[in-house]
């Protein structure tokens, strides 16, 4: 009997304690002595396996070659061996590969002894003919007594294919009795996983073409169950050398085929749900890909769980793999009737692939089909858990696409799912995608950006309506892309807002600016414009800023009065915001606040009671949107009130107001009879480079 391994064994000492009496109840005859030394050698070389890094197959199949080399053939020890290299406790999933290994090298050893074997009785049948006339009956009675010994299965047949002899192995093998299998044909015995070049190669032999062929061939026995074996036909031939007889020599691999069936499907199948895995959904779409003609489509629906870390936080790992199992189940049934191919790509995310599909339709149908099934909660250990899933939908041909680039799209069609508000799906589209894949590439290349000198400054005027002078410059970051060109902040702020990326970016466009500004005060005296910086809500919720601010205006050596930072609306407006101790601490440093694009919001206006702004600036939008579509002097306009009643606002709380997006002479004239005290856009002046805007402030006379 098979010793059944202790998977509560996980000590060096255990196994070895397991694999000598595994080794012992297999031994049959062995002498102690030999027993001790192979069980010894072994040992070593599986514990070797268990420690080198990367791990190395080839200690572990020559242990399981000198197993076989000492007799140790029967599969029960096969069987033994690797379910206790399985229940070891390794790390990196080294058991199931250490069980692998040895069935892997348990095999081919037995395949070499076998061959050893089948080429003895080669040797034999040959001889055999050859020494018919002088020796017929002695060379008869070794023939027999290999012929009916023997290991492994032999039969014997005409060059027309009739059976004429088989050995008690193959009727053992095959479940049969001689008369079953006499004068039935070779070609009778044809299984459906046959490939053709089996029976080629079969022609080719009985026609004197080749000596000999190799196969692993499936057979059915007598009481319909299939045997698997290691096929060896060879030809014998007449004197004259034309075909006589085929010898074929079977070696029953059933049990060998099995264990690698299950290696193979554990390879390829999630663990937990049962699902196909990642490896194995990208064969099936790379087989798709590679078998498709030029009009044929295909579908993805790329599947995230929504809310599935709460669970797995909150009820822990249990529960959630208890979930994950209950989802892989529900999405199966639902679509069991379509024949898709569902897999798990690991976490708490499956994709469904749809081959040789119709249009959109049909994929958004099983997206839908999806979240129907995952509309009722989940019943798990006395926990009701509702569960949602977002869906990334792509549907395209197959010639549009490459595998990899589908799974990306989808990927990210299921992120936009996300931000849309999860519970839902989101159709592929490809606009959107190129800009996603635009914006990743940004974000991957802007860290190295800065040291590589891409980013530049430029500096646009804010004149004062009351008589046109240089009153401030703002800075404005761009990005010199080697691919893209001269990106504005429009197309890339938001990116390195997303990322984290604003806050190094942020403090280098500070760093720059202060150094500039601080020249001119003595370049400029009084007149020298007030730097006007923008901050975005990421810089303004990190305590770091003010640290960071302190630090370049003593390195730079610039008048903390001459620097305002804008933040914009959307970003300061905001109750009990974190923001609000920051712009308190950096106002404490003797720097000014400005609230940029005022108007755009509909924050609470009491808000400017509490915050510590010194300025407005209203959006350039509302004043391009009353500029030139109303006279000047049409005391009625509406929109015009309303700038009026900022203005009062503004001059009420103390504030300094800026318009922006002025273009016209009659616009600024407007403002500055309405009392709004700066102006900002291309009326006044386009952004420009540094040297472009000191010369500006040079036409203005230097105070003494």
Request: glycine share 8%.
């Amino acid at each position: 009997m098979t010793a059944a391994p202790d998977p509560e064994r996980g000590t060096a000492d255990g196994f070895q304690d397991a694999w000598s009496n595994l080794l012992r109840c297999q031994s049959m005859s062995l002498h102690p002595r030999s027993l001790r030394r192979i069980t010894a050698s072994t040992t070593a070389l599986l514990q070797r396996a268990t420690q080198e890094s990367p791990f190395d197959a080839a200690p572990v199949e020559q242990a399981a070659a000198q197993l076989v080399n000492a007799h140790f053939t029967d599969l029960r020890l096969l069987a033994g061996a690797v379910d206790l290299l399985q229940a070891q406790a390794l790390p990196d999933r080294r058991s199931t590969a250490m069980a692998g290994a040895f069935a892997v090298g348990w095999a081919a050893a037995l395949r070499d002894r076998t061959l050893r074997e089948q080429d003895s009785i080669r040797i034999a049948v040959d001889a055999a003919r050859l020494e018919a006339e002088e020796a017929l009956r002695a060379s008869e009675t070794r023939f027999r007594a290999l012929f009916e010994t023997a290991a492994i299965g032999i039969g014997i047949g005409d060059i027309d294919g009739r059976i004429l002899a088989a050995n008690r192995s193959l009727l053992e093998m095959f479940g049969a009795r001689l008369e079953d299998l006499q004068d039935r044909k070779v070609d009778d015995l044809v299984h459906p996983e046959d490939t053709p070049d089996v029976w080629t190669a079969y022609d080719e032999l009985v026609h004197g073409k080749r000596e000999s062929f190799q196969c692993d061939k499936p057979y059915y026995r007598g009481d319909g169950e299939v045997v698997w074996t290691h096929l060896t036909v060879s030809l014998i031939r007449h004197e004259d050398g034309s075909p006589r007889y085929q010898v074929a020599m079977m070696e029953d691999i059933t049990d060998r085929y099995r264990l690698q069936d299950r290696l193979r499907h554990q390879a390829t199948h999630d663990p937990l749900t049962g699902l196909p895995n990642r490896a194995a959904f990208f064969e099936r779409l790379e087989q798709l890909f590679d078998t498709a003609g030029p009009t044929t489509r295909f579908g993805l629906c790329y599947i995230d769980l929504d809310g599935f870390k709460v669970v797995n936080d909150s009820l822990g790992h249990d529960t959630g793999d208890q979930l994950l199992i209950k989802v892989a189940g529900r999405i199966t049934t639902a679509l069991a009737p379509t024949g898709h191919l569902v897999a798990r790509l690991g976490g708490d995310e499956f994709v469904v692939l749809l081959e040789d599909t119709r249009d959109e339709t049909e994929a958004v149908e099983v997206a839908q089909t999806v979240l129907a099934a995952l509309d009722e909660p989940v019943h798990i250990g006395g926990h009701k858990l509702a569960v949602g899933a977002s869906i990334g939908v792509l549907e395209r041909r197959v010639a549009s696409t490459t595998p990899d680039a589908a799974v990306r799209a989808a990927d990210l069609t299921l992120y936009r799912a996300k931000e849309a508000g999860r519970g839902r799906w989101t159709l592929f589209n490809a606009q959107r995608n190129a800009r996603m894949v635009s914006r990743y590439s940004m974000s991957v290349r802007m860290p190295k950006a800065l040291d590589r000198g891409e980013f530049f400054l430029e500096y646009q005027p804010l004149c004062a309506l009351a008589d046109g002078s240089l009153a401030a410059v703002e800075a404005l970051v761009r990005w010199r892309h080697p691919l893209l060109g001269v990106l504005g902040p429009d197309e890339f702020v938001a990116t390195a807002e997303d990322t984290g990326l604003i806050l190094p970016l942020g403090r280098w466009v500070l760093e720059q600016a202060c150094a500039r500004a601080a020249e001119w005060p003595r370049r400029f005296g009084t007149t020298a414009p007030q730097l006007n910086v923008n901050i975005t809500a990421h810089q303004a919720r990190s305590r770091g800023l003010v640290a960071d601010v302190a630090r370049i205006l003593h390195g730079t050596g610039l008048d903390p009065r001459r620097l305002q930072l804008e933040i914009t609306e959307s970003a300061a407006l905001r109750p009990q915001d974190e923001s609000l101790e920051v712009l308190n601490a950096l106002v404490d440093l003797g720097v000014s606040l400005s609230v940029d694009d005022f108007g755009t919001g509909w924050s609470n206006l009491t808000y400017l009671r509490d915050l510590p702004v010194s300025a407005l600036k209203l959006s350039g939008s509302f004043i391009g949107e009353l500029d030139g579509d109303e006279q000047p002097g049409d005391a009625d306009n509406a929109g015009w009130a309303i700038v009026g009643g900022v203005v009062a606002l503004s001059h009420s709380l103390g504030l300094t107001l800026t318009a922006e997006g002025v273009e016209t002479a009659a616009a600024a004239e407007r403002l500055r009879q309405l009392g709004c005290d700066w102006g900002q856009g291309w009326h006044f002046g386009r952004p420009m480079a540094p040297e472009a805007i000191e010369q500006l402030a040079g036409h203005f006379p230097k105070s003494p």
